[in-house]
């Protein structure tokens, strides 16, 4: 009989071919009368000793009568039914959400056309590298832009908070496309900036070998309702207005192009404002967050580069939390919009970067920024990083030691902690590129974090503004379809505030794909 048993522990300076022996004195039976593979692996370094924690999958043909061991239900496949398409779907945007919406199209007999303004990976890179290196910025290539979209430069957490049937099926797609298998166990996986490029390249050829066309450096630039489907407008590789016809089109354009919704809005498209958050991104020493994490057990023995979580209620009713924090990773530039900085964090697989980095934000309510338009949030947002960028210093970001913030004065020198993020700084106070409200937040949030987790006790931090992007200023409606207000045309991911990262922008594309599929006859 087969049985999923939890909660096994050892300590974490243990092997992992000590695991038999644990599990055999949890279920008190010998070694030999079971076998077992592992589905999960987490740490738990929340007491001073700390343990690996790990969920199996065993069979044994002796009953197991532990609390932990519950009879195992495998869970159905993903089955894509063959259709029968007599157009071809259009998807714009190739981040996750797109990705997948294509390729459960695709695998559904579809040829999808997919539209995606940024460039190939391989090109993508180049203009990130000179972006980083020269402070030369592509508007259309860069770490929001491009294939694979926002997720492929980022740390490619994959954690989420979403329970869906789907979030096996994304791991596992991963695996076969060519992500570390580490990813299908651990309780938090993540694959690392370094090996997403590959992984996009070999997505995108099963698409190509399934029949689908993608069109990189394609903009849409107008989108209309016909009597019979859509009309699309967009700008190709060439520089020149291109036309399609299609009865659905999945959106899948991630929060960043404001351009893009405010052309959708002009086309009737509803969208809803929504609270969001604002703040700046910390850097601070890996070490540091390791040796609060892992206790004594730090340097002992090797374990993964750590995160930390922080979550504080402010006097002003606000919160300062701590998001996407990026272990032994950089501070990267996100910015979609020539003359605009914006924040963000990546890591490589490895995770071996001096520091770690997470966003320090401050909850933003729309009555914050609301003046009648429901667009008014992309504004919002866009003034402070516009105001973030100095001309003089291309793409350079706003920068503070943590206790001269504190102490509401200008840093004029770095301390032990070095900035990571390229392709430079200016010190800054922050007072013109963040609004008042969130620099008090910032402050009162971050004095009490001093209090209650030791790493922030250091006042070298550095903070680098502005991060603006942790998810989107608006909503966009869709009925029980999941189809919009404009008929044919399918909001999903990041954009339409339906997903919030890499693995809930993909399960909302494979949702969505399938609902369209149950649509269509076979
Ligand atoms: C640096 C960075 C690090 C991150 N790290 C993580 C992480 O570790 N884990 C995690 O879960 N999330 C992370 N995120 C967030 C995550 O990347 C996004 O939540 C996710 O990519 C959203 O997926 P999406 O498909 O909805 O949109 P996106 O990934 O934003 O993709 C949208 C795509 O649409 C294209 N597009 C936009 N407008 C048009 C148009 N008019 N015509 C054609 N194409 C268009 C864009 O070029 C883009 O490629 C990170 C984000 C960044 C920027």
């Keep these: 009989m087969k049985y999923l048993l939890s909660n096994i522990k050892i300590p974490l300076s243990a092997k992992e071919e000590t695991l038999p022996e644990a599990i055999a004195k949890k279920i008190g039976l010998s070694p030999k009368s079971f076998s077992f593979e592992i589905v999960r692996r987490s740490i738990d370094a929340r007491k001073q000793e700390g343990y690996w924690v790990y969920r199996v999958l065993l069979e044994s043909k002796k009953p197991l009568f532990s609390k932990d061991a519950a ?234 580069s750590s995160s930390f979580q922080s979550v504080i209620h402010l006097s002003n009713g606000r919160s300062l939390y701590s998001f996407c924090m990026c272990p032994g990773g950089e501070v990267v530039n996100s910015s979609s919009d020539v003359g605009t900085v914006v924040t963000n964090g990546m890591s490589e697989n490895a995770r071996n970067k001096e520091n ?35 001309r003089e210093k291309p793409y350079f970001a706003p920068i503070s030691r943590l206790r001269d913030f504190l102490d509401d004065r200008v840093s004029s020198h770095i301390g032990s902690v070095s900035p990571s993020y390229r392709p430079g700084f200016y010190f800054s106070d922050f007072k013109d590129c963040l609004p008042s409200f969130a620099l008090h937040s910032l402050k009162e949030g971050l004095l009490s974090l001093m209090e209650l987790q030791p790493f922030y006790k250091n006042d070298d931090i550095i903070l680098t503004g502005v991060e603006t992007r942790s998810s989107s200023p608006v909503r966009i409606p869709r009925n029980e379809n999941y189809e919009s207000n404009i008929h044919g045309l399918y909001p999903i991911g990041e954009g339409a505030s339906f997903a919030g990262g890499i693995t809930s922008a993909a399960i909302d594309g494979v949702k969505v794909a399938l609902k369209v599929l149950d649509g269509l006859s076979i």
């Excluded at 990705?99 to 090109?123: M, Q, Y």
């Excluded at 934000?361 to 866009?382: A, N, P, T, W």
């Design 71 to 304: 009879p195992y239900l495998p869970e159905a496949p993903l089955l894509i039914e063959k259709k029968h398409w007599s157009y071809r779907p259009v998807v714009i945007g190739f981040g996750p959400a797109g990705l997948f919406a294509s390729l459960v199209l695709a695998r559904s007999g579809a040829k999808p056309i997919i539209l995606e303004r940024g460039k190939n990976v391989d090109e993508r890179k180049k203009d990130i590298e000179r972006l980083r290196n020269n402070g030369v910025f592509d508007p259309n290539s860069n770490v929001s832009y491009g294939e694979g979209g926002a997720g492929t430069f980022s740390d490619g957490k994959l954690n989420t908070g979403v329970k869906s049937p789907f979030a096996h099926f994304i791991l596992e797609e991963f695996v076969k496309h060519g992500a570390p298998k580490a990813i299908l166990i651990d309780a938090k996986p993540h694959i690392g900036s370094d090996l997403l490029p590959q992984i996009m390249t070999s997505f995108r050829k099963e698409l190509l070998s399934l029949g689908a066309d993608i069109l990189f450096s394609s903009q849409l630039m107008d989108l209309e309702e016909k009597r019979n489907g859509l009309l699309l407008k967009y700008k190709g590789e060439d520089g020149l207005l291109h036309s399609l016809d299609t009865k659905t089109c999945f959106l899948a354009y991630g929060h960043s192009p404001f351009d893009t919704a405010k052309m959708l809005q002009k086309r009737g498209l509803a969208f809803v404002p929504k609270d969001y958050s604002i703040g700046v991104r910390l850097e601070v020493h890996q070490k540091d967050i390791d040796v609060s994490n892992y206790h004594e057990n730090y340097g002992k023995t090797p374990l993964p």
């Design 356 to 390: 770690g980095n997470a966003a320090m934000l401050v909850s933003l309510r729309v009555e914050d920024y609301f003046k009648g338009d429901m667009l008014d949030g992309y504004r919002y947002r866009e003034y402070f990083e516009k105001k973030a960028f100095k």
